[in-house]
Structure formats: C-alpha cells, structure tokens
C-alpha cells in the first residue's frame, strides 16, 4: 500500500478527506451565492455573469474539479457511515444527549440525511437550470437565464422544493463547517463554531431567498 | 523454624551496592529459558513485570480485573517520597531511612528500609522518563510537598492522583512489553493456589473469571504482588476487589505470614451512612491542619451542629493533646474518635461520626485561601455527601486503608517457600507496625523497578530445575483442592448471602481487632470468628454456574479465605503483648494514653506458620536488630 | 432518612451469544446517600434471595479514579451528572418513583461479556501498540535533567487524567475511540520525553483503533460530556494534527 492511499485510507484521512472537499465545497456555495444575487442587480448583469462564466474554457476543468469534490465528499460520506453504523451494532434502548460540554444537536445528527437530500437535489437543480429550457437574450449568443429563473421561481411548487431544500443545507453546514476544521485540526474553538453557524445561516438565507423574493415580486425583476 | 533474613553484611550504607554485585547473574542469552509468573498488576506487579520483561525474561502477568491499568494502586493521592534533596531543606537518603524505621515504630527491617531509602530516587527518574506528569515548578524543576508531618519536603506528587499517574506509568512499560512479545497478559483470572514442585514454587492454578475454566501455568519463580488485606474489615478504602487470597492461600501451601496485626487506619475518611455501604472514602488527612475536631458535650445531643453553642462543644484533641492538638498522628486521632463515638457521643445518622469544623478557619483566613487549599477535597466531600462544608462541619471516621503485615520475604524478597516472590503491600517487609504517608508508592515500585530484578536472577542462577509440566501431580493435586473448594461452597445453597457474611466478618473485627484491642475482646473475637466460619459454610448462598462469569463465586472464595485470615490476625494481635504502631493494645499504654512498646520481649516480626484449621499456627520470630539508629519512645503531648 | 422506590428496567444478557432484553427490577428501600452501585447491590441481594443470577456488573475502587465501572443510566453513560463515574453517582440524583433504565456500552469492539460487563481490552490493545514513552527501567537520566514549563506539565497531566473506562466509546453515536486515544497521544507528545516516538505513536495507535472497528469522529463532543475526568475534545483535533503529520512525513521519507 503506497503511503498516500493509506493515508487516505485511515480514519484521519477520511475525515480530512471529509473536511477538505466540504470546506471547498462551501466556497463553491459562496461563489454560487454572490453570483446569484446579481439577479437582484438586473437582468443584463446577471446574463452577462453567466455568459462569462460558460465561455471561460477553464468552466470544464472547474465543473470537473467541482463534481469530483461532491463525488469525493458524499462518498466518503457514505462509507463513514456505514462503518461508524457498524462500530455499534446493537442501538441503546434509551439514548440521550448528554448536555454539558456536548455539540450534539439536530444538525449533527442527521449530516447523512441531510447529505441525502443534497445528493438528489443537486442532479435536479442541474437539469433545471443548466440544461433547462434555453431562452435567447436581446444580445445574440447570450443565454436568457434569467427569464428561466424567474418563470421556475413564479411557481410554488418550485419554490417550496427551493426553500425545503436550501434549509436543509442551512442545517448540514450548521455542523459541518466547525466540524471540518476540527477534523482538520485546525481548531477547536467556540468562535469558529459559531462563525460557522451565522454562515451556514447567510447561506442557506440567501439562497433562498431569491426563490421567494421571485415569487412575491418577480415581475418586479 | 530460625527465620534468616539473608541481610548481607557490611555497613548499612553499602550493603545493597556491594550486594548487587556480588550476586549471581543469568546471561542476556539464556534468560529467554526463564519462565516468570507475576501476579498483580498493580505498582509492585506491573513494575516488575516491564522490568524483567525488558531484561528478556518470559512473564506471564494475571490480573483479576479486565484491565492491568485499574488495580488499586491507583487510588493513591498524596504522593511519593523521595531522598532527593530538591528544596536544599537538609534531606537525605539515611534521613528517609531514619524516618522510615521510627515512623515504623521499630519493627522494620533495617537494611530493607535502607534500601528502599537509596532506591526512592532512582524511582523518580524512572517516572519521569516514562513521561509521568509531576507537579513542576514555574521553573519546569519537579516539585515537592512536605506530607505527614515530615520535617523535610519530598514529596513527589501528580495533583489528587500520584498513584494512578505513576500506575499508568508502570502499566505502560508493561503494555510495551506486551507488544514486544516478552510478557502475556492474563486479565480476569484469579489466583486460587499455588503449586509447589520439589519445594519449590513452580506455578499456579487461577481461575479463568469469563468462564469458570480451572487454569495451570507453570514458571520457574511466582511473584506475588497482591496487595494488602484490609477488606477483612469489609469497610476499609480498598477498592472491592481487593483481597487476601492469592497471600493465604501461599501461607497454606507453607508461605510464612508476618505481622498481620499490623493494620493502618486513616482518620479522615468520609462515614458510612447506612449499613449498605460498599466502601468508605479517604481524604487527605491534610484537612487536620485547618480544621478542628469536636463533637456535643451531652450524650445523644441531636441538635444540628450550627446550633450547638462553642461551650457545649468538647474539642477532644486539642483538650487532651495541648501541644499537638488537631494534629496528633493517624492512630491517635483514630482511636480518640472512636473513644468519643463508643462514648456515645458521635454525630451523623449512625452516631459513628465527629465534626471536622473548619468555620474558625474561613473566618480567620476567609474561604479563598480554603477553597485553596482543600478545594478538591471539598468538592469530592459535597459530591459524596451532598453537604458543604464550607457552611457546615464535615463528618468524619476512621477508616482502614493499608496493611503493613504481609508475607514474610528475606532481604531478597524471596518467603519461605523458594520461588515464592512477594513484592508491595503484599510483603511484610519495610514498613514496620506503621507507614508513613507517601511511602507505599515508594515501596511497591522500589520492589517491582529494581530489587526483584536483581535477586531474582540470583534465584534463578543458582538453583537446578526439574521439570514441572502442567499435568504433572502436583498442578493436579492443586486444581483438585480448588476445585472441590468451589463446589463445596456453590453447593451450599444457604439463607445469608456472601455480602451479608463478609458484612459480619468485619463488623467483628472492626469492633474488636480495631484500631484499640484488648485480651478479652480478641479472645471473644476469636470465638466468634470460628462460629461465624462454621455457619459460613453451612449457610451461605451463593448462586450462579461456576462454569460463568460469577462474581457472587468469586467473593464468595475470597470472604471464606477472610474467615480463615482473620483468625490468624487476632492470634497475631493476642500473642504480641505491646503497643506498637498500628498495633493497640489497651492493656499496653502509657499513663498519658500512648502506646507502651516493649523492646525487650517483642522486639521481632512475627512470622506464622499455618497448619490448617484445625491446629493452630505455629510462630517463627525473626529478631529485629537496630545499630543504625536509636530506638526511642514517641510522645505527641 | 427519606427512603424511595425505583422502578428499574435493567438490561440481562447471559453472554455475547444469547440476545438481551430488559428486565424490569424493583429497588426499593433505597436512600438518598446510596451510591447507585450500593443501590444495585441492595437490588442484588434481593435476587440472590430469590436464588436467581444477580446482575453483573464491573466496579473495583468506588472512588471514581479505577475506571471499572460503567453504566449507560437513563441513555447517558456514566448517568446525568458531568464528571461523574457510575459509582460516584449518589440516588440523590433521581426522583423518588423514577423508572432509570440501565444498559451495559454498547460498541463492536467493546463485546458484551454478561448482563452489564464488556470487554475493553482493546483499549489494552491500542495502549500496547505504542502508548508509552520507551525507557528501560535503569537508563532514565536524572529527572530534574529535563525541565519542563509548568503549564506544558499541567496540560499534559489534564490528559493523562483519563481513566481508560471507556465512556466516551460509549457516548459516541459511532462509538469512537477518538478522545481516549487522542487522550494518551497528547500525555506523552506534549512533554519533550514523548518527542523521539511521537509519529511511530500517533499512527501506531491510530491504526490499532481502526483495526479494532471503532467508528469515526463525528465532532459532536459528547464524549467530552460524559468523561468523568471532563477530558477536552482538543485533543481529538490535535490527534488528527498529529496523524497527519506523522503521515506525511512518512510519504515524504526516501
């Protein structure tokens, strides 16, 4: 066994492996999130956004980078759980939360679940904007995705699936951030804890934010 | 029987270092043809068994626990005392020698305690490599304490917990050898016997505790590094597993034990609080410096303790020791309390209890500088007790913590029985009739760390063995007496449960083999001790498979092995007529109350030979000699 | 003295072969000054009576320092009080009438021996692959020789406080072994004798706990919660420091 696979292989590595790709994942949402807000500035700019960004023909080796960090994460993510389900076989008939010093919360509990949710969602999310509908702008050769997003986003339906979605997001960075730098090592302190907490909420806020501002002012847009 | 110590001759200064090498080595190559069983694993156990592990021995290590790392050495707090002169405060190996003989009270071996003297520093250096986290000073220099009224501070400590730092450390060396391959680790067996080859000390039968199996191992020398017998008092600060044993049954198969009589009892401990109680707590008798001892003047006066007016109050130590007051030594202060609480007037829900009040000293000094200095022990007290006793007096009682009597050993640590080894608590040999605070530490690594890995080669080296396969007759003949032991007594099927005998046992000997005993009261107690054995084994019940986990079995052997003890004990408290140490005899005692020795006629460990139940033990004397220091008679008024 | 009745539901269990079940007990008699060890023996006593097996359980000092005992009460291990071990839980603690439910830990590589007893030598295990600082016993230098600053001493000492009863195994929704092992990495890496088998340690051990089926660490902290030695989960971040150090700088090594 070379040195980096069983590195990868041991029970730090596949937390490390863990942390990394979901730090670096959650910069990709801040990324993805400022970007979208360019929907609030006008529709021109936010067009312009997404034309720039697909004909940069480094988008391929980032879109490969990301799927590959998404792969790496939630299969990791899966192993881990497993075999930290098998660590104990037979459940405790009563299970409590300790308290004192304990960080358990709803979040840390159901990161796989949440994960889950992810993992169905992000296909969608991809076939209904990436390789939805293509409406062309006033320019030639620049996509209309922001009528897309509006017309998605004027039905409920959509936008109840959005904002049960980005919540439950909310909700896996909620842990997932500290966790990630404690499994890094890097600290293991309450700030960073709560820092990550305020962002999980201006994440998750944000994104759905914008499916909601949609469909109570959309024509405004 | 003439019992030689094998001390070497020489000055007293020198006799270990011209001893060592004049003792016969056994080369590096053919000690891997050696075969060594520890039994314990505790400080004395555990040391030994890395030591000769890393020296290339084969060790077979038991524990009855599920881990080597829990046995009770690890509930040691004070510390450990070492000659090393830090504080520059006049401290030396022959002062530590010095102190060790008379806090003895004259009943220790000299060269042994000498020896213990001049290893204590090697210890600390060992500890130290093995990354054992001492107290340090700002400076990054070990720290040191002074404990127990010694002049000089040389006390090693790790916070509460020294024994159990330095055990970790112990059990670490050993877990490495484990590794290595050099040691076996047997965890949840028991030894039940041993057996004996040609006269020789060659194996032992112990009981498999996960699933009742009869087990032989064979070696060429057994180390028994079992600890004390203080739970025959059943409440005592022994952890529940503790017990006799492995040391009695030794004594049966010819082990002779030495100085049972001699038991420590340790004044501050938490009280019981009904009869159910398990164990009884100690804390730091430290708590004597600031705190005052008193109980109500009236009989029976129930009034809680805030309520009781300062002149109705009656602060025995400081009215009948003037000059020492609150800080007379363990067993005065034990035996004053008891006499207060027999007196009838104790304090507590069972009236076996007196205040230790520290409000005069939260005045004087305010309660910062107390949380200071006994903020743990305040806080282990609330925790157990749920009282404050920075608001209300904590309650205290003595309690027994440690034995000095134990198997007798030569200057080698060898006892009677050739092969036989005893290390630590388990061993009669250093501490005299009493021990001083943060020496049994001391003793059981000095032992395990660097005495037995130097007279054990000497054994091996000069003595020819025979083969002593595990089906041979007397492994069998062993196993069979074990065996039949374990289902007279699971066949049984009484009324009383094994808790309930071994409640009664030490009610018994607690009351009357206590901390002050007298002729009449062991003579009874003897009687009663016999008749409390005889309905043990008509009516005790103990259920369960014996092929199982059983751990009403396993008590159940250790209280019936405590029945036949506690016999010899009190013969051992009857024939030795003075006051020593641990040792109380009312009818020995100076005009002031104080123990009465008597160097001219008892002067000497007494070494018992047993002859089963029904004969009685035979004493061998082995005569004490003092020419290094000056035998004297202590006073506290 | 106020006496109070507990309803328990207690779990039984021959041996790791036969299946388990709750059986429910009734304590009765009970003190508020009882330990909650002292309370299972009264419930004991009663059973033996009754001429059928008590139940089994591990204690050894009662002072909280061994690390024997070890009970899941109420779904807590070691009971609702921080710091705390099993046997220095008093029944003061619980309200008179109360149903405590009390179970053994349950983890894969703690495997249940009988009714409340597990084995935990692969903590033994994980300690032998390279828990301890080599020195054999005569070739340790003089101590004062090698100073080490006071708060670096009392750090290491906050880690070397662990008691080894596997509590926060137990505690751990993937039953991991991540602070005790985290526990007696730091003891040893933080004082300079640890220094020269500080990577041979850190990755020896670690591999033990893998090999041994221990889960992973999830940093939830709830085994900071239960330790009755109240054993800081920093030093979970500071073994995975560690680990990865210790890795790489093997991969780096010609």
Redesign the interface.
């Known amino acids: 066994m070379n040195?980096?696979t069983?590195?990868l292989n041991?029970?730090?590595?596949?937390?490390?492996t863990m942390a990394v790709s979901g730090l670096l994942l959650l910069g990709f949402l801040v990324a993805h999130l400022t970007g979208n807000m360019l929907i609030l500035v006008s529709k021109e700019t936010f067009n312009h956004y997404g034309h720039t960004l697909i004909s940069n023909p480094m988008i391929y080796l980032a879109e490969a980078g990301l799927l590959g960090l998404f792969v790496m994460h939630f299969t990791t993510g899966l192993y881990?759980t497993r075999?930290?389900r098998?660590?104990?076989?037979?459940?405790?008939?009563?299970?409590?939360?300790?308290?004192?010093?304990?960080?358990?919360t709803l979040a840390?509990?159901t990161?796989i679940f949440s994960g889950l949710v992810v993992l169905v969602f992000v296909p969608l999310h991809i076939w209904g904007f990436k390789f939805g509908a293509y409406y062309e702008s006033a320019e030639p050769g620049v996509r209309d995705l922001h009528r897309l997003v509006i017309e998605t986003f004027q039905q409920p339906a959509w936008v109840i699936w959005y904002v049960a979605v980005m919540t439950i997001v909310g909700f896996h960075l909620w842990?997932g951030f500290?966790?990630g730098f404690?499994?890094?090592?890097?600290?293991?302190r309450k700030g960073l804890r709560r820092f990550g907490q305020f962002l999980a909420v201006v994440i998750a806020g944000g994104f759905l934010l914008i499916p909601v501002l949609i469909y109570m002012i959309g024509d405004k847009l | 029987m003439i019992l030689d110590g094998q001390v070497p001759g020489g000055p007293i200064a020198d006799k270990w270092s011209k001893h060592k090498s004049d003792m016969s080595l056994v080369n590096p190559a053919n000690r891997r043809k050696y075969d060594v069983i520890v039994v314990g694993t505790g400080l004395a156990g555990a040391s030994a068994a890395a030591s000769l592990g890393e020296m290339g021995y084969n060790v077979k290590a038991f524990t009855i626990l599920d881990s080597p790392r829990r046995a009770h050495s690890i509930a040691a707090q004070g510390g450990i005392n070492a000659a090393k002169n830090y504080k520059n405060d006049g401290d030396s190996v022959h002062r530590l020698f010095y102190d060790t003989v008379k806090g003895g009270d004259y009943r220790a071996r000299e060269s042994n305690v000498h020896r213990l003297a001049e290893l204590s520093v090697n210890i600390i250096d060992q500890a130290a490599a093995q990354g054992v986290p001492f107290a340090r000073e700002y400076g990054g220099m070990l720290d040191n304490r002074s404990f127990g009224g010694a002049q000089v501070s040389r006390t090693f400590y790790a916070r509460g917990q020294t024994g159990q730092q330095l055990l970790i450390g112990a059990y670490q060396a050993m877990m490495r050898q484990v590794d290595s391959g050099q040691v076996k680790l047997f965890t949840r067996r028991e030894m039940l016997d041993l057996v004996v080859v040609d006269g020789k000390a060659r194996g032992i039968i112990a009981r498999n505790l996960l699933n009742g199996e009869l087990e032989h191992y064979a070696a060429h020398a057994v180390l028994l590094c079992t600890g004390g017998y203080g739970n025959v008092y059943f409440l005592s600060t022994n952890a529940g597993n503790s017990n006799v044993s492995a040391g009695w049954r030794c004594a049966k198969r010819g082990a002779l034990f030495a100085n049972p009589c001699y038991t420590q009892i340790h004044p501050t401990c938490i009280p019981e609080s009904g009869e159910y109680q398990a164990k009884l707590t100690l804390m730091s008798e430290s708590l004597r410096n600031d705190g005052r001892v008193w109980v109500p003047q009236k009989d029976g006066d129930n009034r809680p303790p805030e309520l009781i007016p300062e002149n109705e109050r009656d602060f025995f130590l400081e009215r009948k020791y003037p000059s020492f007051g609150n800080l007379v030594p363990r067993d005065v202060a034990s035996r004053n309390v008891k006499e207060a609480c027999d007196a009838g007037r104790g304090v507590g829900l069972t009236g076996r209890a007196v205040y230790l009040d520290f409000a005069d000293s939260v005045r004087r000094l305010g309660s910062d500088v107390i949380a200071d200095r006994y903020g743990n022990l305040f806080d282990m007290y609330y925790k157990i007790t749920n009282e404050n006793p920075y608001e209300v007096p904590m309650k205290i009682y003595p309690a027994i913590h440690y034995t000095m009597g134990g198997t007798w050993v030569d200057y080698h640590l060898m006892s009677s029985v050739p092969g036989l080894f005893v290390l630590g608590e388990a061993n009669f040999s250093d501490h005299g009739a009493n021990r001083l605070g943060a020496s049994a530490l001391m003793q059981g690594l000095a032992d395990g760390y660097f005495v037995i890995p130097a007279t054990l080669p000497n054994y091996l080296a000069n003595e020819t063995f025979g083969d002593a396969p595990t089906h041979s007759d007397p492994f069998k003949e062993a196993r069979n007496s074990v065996q039949s032991r374990i289902e007279t007594l699971s066949m049984i099927n009484g009324s009383r449960t094994v808790l309930e005998f071994h409640r009664e046992l030490g009610g018994i000997m607690w009351n009357q083999v206590g901390m002050a005993r007298n002729e009449a009261g062991l003579k009874d107690a003897l009687v009663k001790v016999r008749e409390l054995r005889e309905q043990y084994w008509q009516d005790v019940k103990v259920v369960g498979h014996t092929e199982d986990l059983n751990k009403q079995l396993e008590f159940g052997l250790r209280v019936a092995d405590y029945m036949e003890f506690s016999e010899l004990l009190i013969r051992d408290a009857l024939a030795r007529r003075e006051s020593c140490g641990g040792h109380f005899r009312e009818e020995y005692q100076t005009e002031e109350g104080e123990a009465k020795r008597d160097d001219e006629n008892f002067s000497y460990v007494a070494a018992w030979e047993t002859h089963g139940n029904d004969r009685e033990p035979e004493l061998h004397k082995e005569q004490l000699s003092f020419e290094n220091v000056e035998v004297k008679m202590r006073s506290y008024k | 003295m106020s006496e109070m009745t507990f309803n328990l539901?207690v779990?039984r269990q021959a041996n790791s072969e036969s299946s388990g079940r709750?059986v429910d007990y009734t304590a009765e008699r009970i003190s508020e000054h009882m330990s909650f060890l002292e309370m299972l023996d009264i419930v004991n006593d009663k059973i033996i009576l009754e001429g059928d097996d008590p139940i089994a359980y591990d204690f050894d000092c009662r002072e909280g320092i061994c690390g024997s005992c070890g009970i899941?009460i109420?779904?807590?291990?070691h009971g609702p009080n921080?710091g705390t071990t099993s046997c220095q839980l008093f029944m003061r603690h619980f309200k008179a009438d109360e149903t405590i439910?009390i179970?053994p830990w349950?983890?894969?590589?703690f495997p249940l021996i009988k009714d409340l007893v597990v084995d935990r030598s692969s903590f033994d295990r994980i300690i032998a692959t390279g828990g301890y600082i080599s020195c054999n016993t005569g070739a340790a230098p003089e101590a004062n020789n090698t100073p080490i600053p006071k708060d670096i001493a009392d750090e290491a000492f906050d880690a070397a406080a662990c008691i080894g009863c596997g509590a926060c195994v137990a505690?751990c929704?993937?039953?991991?072994a991540?602070l005790f092992v985290g526990a007696k990495l730091q003891h040893l890496a933080l004082m300079p004798q640890g220094q020269a088998e500080r990577d041979r340690r850190a990755l020896r051990m670690?591999?033990q706990?893998?090999a041994e089926?221990?889960?992973?660490?999830?940093?939830?902290?709830?085994c900071?919660?239960?330790c009755p030695k109240?054993i800081?989960?920093?030093h979970?971040?500071?073994?995975?420091?560690?680990?990865?150090r210790a890795?790489?700088k093997?991969?780096l090594r010609p």
Request: glycine share 8%; net charge positive; with cysteine.
């Open positions: 040195a980096l069983r590195i041991s029970p730090v590595g596949r937390k490390v881990l075999k930290n098998a660590a104990r076989p037979q459940a405790y008939e009563r299970n409590e939360r300790a308290g004192y010093a304990s960080r358990k840390s509990t990161m842990h500290g966790s404690e499994s890094l090592g890097l600290s293991y | 539901r779990w709750l899941v109420n779904g807590v291990p921080p439910t179970e349950r983890a894969k590589s505690a929704k993937n039953a991991s991540v670690v591999d706990m893998e089926g221990f889960g992973a660490c999830s940093n939830e902290g709830e900071e919660a239960v109240e800081s989960t920093k979970i971040a500071r073994l995975n420091r560690d680990y990865m890795a790489v093997q991969a």
